[in-house]
């Protein structure tokens, strides 16, 4: 139709300019163009009627119109996209169902670890090929307000419960959790195991209790401004990961923490965190479950410990009393860069179990670390980890997020503790631990990390000094 359209115009055309030709038939080229460029023009003003007026389909003719088509505006909302019901991410794992009625979201973590030791003689430490975490999860969201996690761990060629808790949050800013769970009081020991800077956790976690089963009431107000938690715990001795009790004794557990500048936009100071955590409670422990702790390297071996003898000649130490902590902590991350730093302070009232006579004396234990971590390939630090710009692909020469990291750490163990609580021979006064690695992400759950840490100590041995321990850990990780 448009073509036709055209060509009758044009014949018009060259039949009104033949008079013209007469006139001047010295100017053919000029009434060529002219006529050229009312073509064009009239070519452009039926596309353009075109496009105001959309034509139907040839195939079917316009369909009458209703007799109450006017008389009133559709009720019917527009149709919404479908919900899915299923899906997969890094960070949510493989999930199915929806929040709002039944969401149950499966996660894993594995952690193949190769472990080796040097310089270390006089010590029979063996160099080990090992699974150091193995963890299926399962949790989930009932009705938008109810949450729970299990997650057992069968790394280390054991079978532990990890976690295993209900969590309601039926209002914003306040949530009830019950079960076990990690006891929030050291920074170091919150942050998730695959997020770590370094593969171990620092000297300074020795002096914060591990997991333990209680009651807790947390959240945050102000869209993460302030996060606070209020606990009662069984009551776990400095390092330990309890399913049970042993007393009557409880524990209570605070922490608060600040993001003080989170209304600010700016990057720089949004991801600032300060804040403090600590315990308190009375234990009682037993010549069979002592209650106290023991103390390990960045390559797990125990260079600590308070005296336990089964044979009866030596007092058992046992743990009777107050035992209290508190921790001060921050983090910063700013671009690449993050900075991680804690203080913790632990005190337990100890005795032995060979009488009544027996003295106690209030140990108080002191450790620190800092470290520091800067991806190289410009991906941004954070908490949960990084979010890798590029994951790595062969085909498209992408490489992942690459992280060096260091730190400095110190464990000052109370000289009250020596001779009649721990033993100079075979343990230590202090260690002192600096480390160094990588972790290279290839995506945002699949790692490859190595670090390197040297510790040294102060006694420890039979005559002098506990030989340093240097460990090198190697690592294959896979989280979703």
Known sequence: MRQSAIAGL?????????????????????????QEARIREL???????????????????????????????????????????????????????????VQ????????????????????????????????????????????????????????????????LHPFRGLALR??????????EWLQGDPYLMLLERSLATNLVPNRDVGAALHGDIGGGIMLYELAVMNGAPDGANLDSDINDGKDGIARLFFHPLRGIKSDAVRYLGLGIGGSYGKQHGTPTVSGLPSY???????????????????????????????SPQAYWFVGPVGILAEYVYSATTVTGNLGTLEPKVTIVNQAWNAQISCFVTGDRAGWNGPKVKRPFSIKQRHFGALELAGRYAELRIDPAAFPTYA??????????????????????????????????????????????????????????
Do not use: C
């Open 104 to 167: 149950i979201r499966f996660h894993a973590l594995v952690q193949a670890d190769t472990r080796l030791y040097f310089d270390t003689d006089t010590i029979p430490i063996p160099n080990q090929l090992l699974l150091r975490r193995v963890r299926p999860m399962i949790e989930g969201t009932l009705f938008d307000f109810a949450d729970f996690r299990i997650m057992p761990d069968f790394g280390n060629g054991n079978a532990v419960v990890q976690d295993a808790f209900v969590d």
């Open 10 to 34: 044009v014949g018009l055309a060259l039949l009104w300019a033949r008079p013209a030709q007469a006139q001047d038939p010295t100017s053919v080229e000029e009434r060529l163009a002219a």
């Open 296 to 326: 390990r390297t960045f390559g797990q071996n125990t260079w600590f410990s308070y005296v336990f003898d089964p044979t009866g000649v030596r007092a058992t130490s046992i743990a009777i009393g107050d035992r209290y902590r508190f």
């Open 178 to 187: 019950a079960g076990k769970f990690k006891t929030a009081v050291g920074l």
């Open 423 to 480: 033993d100079p021979t075979r343990s230590a006064k202090s260690a002192l631990e600096w480390a160094l690695g990588f972790n290279w992400y290839l995506t945002d759950g699949i790692k490859i990390a190595a670090s390197y840490a040297r510790t040294t100590f102060d006694g420890g041995a039979g005559a002098g000094d506990r030989r340093p321990e240097n460990a090198l850990v190697g690592r294959i990780q896979l989280t979703f």
């Open 43 to 101: 070519e452009l003003r039926i596309s353009q009627s075109q496009l105001k007026t959309p034509r139907l389909p040839q195939t079917a003719p316009p369909a009458p119109p209703s007799p109450s088509a006017n008389l009133a505006p559709s009720l019917t909302p527009p149709a919404s996209p479908p919900v899915p019901l299923f899906g997969f991410s890094w960070s949510e794992g493989l999930w199915v169902g929806r929040p709002d009625v």
